[in-house]
């Protein structure tokens, strides 16, 4: 059996941790914005352009309202699907 392995400090331990664990890390909330912000302007051009596939209505004045509308709209989507 491996022996544990000694770090000098907690604070390497823990690095050593969080990066063997990386996939279990939730995504920062930075990220999570500046994705909602993008899919929020692409959705803004595509309504625009008349070629969006969803409903016009999900666009809202701010990406986390459309993020929410969005949401919903899948939600709904998806349990109506599994009812049938």
Known sequence: MPQ?????????RQASYR???RDREPARQSVLANRALTLHEWMSRAVQEGRS???AELL?????????????????????EEES
């Open 60 to 80: 809202a004045t701010r990406a986390d309202e459309t993020m929410l509308k969005l949401i919903r709209y899948l939600r709904t989507s998806v349990e109506g």
């Open 53 to 55: 596939p969803w409903p």
């Open 4 to 12: 544990a392995k000694v770090y000098a400090t907690n604070a390497e």
């Open 19 to 21: 990066a063997r664990h």
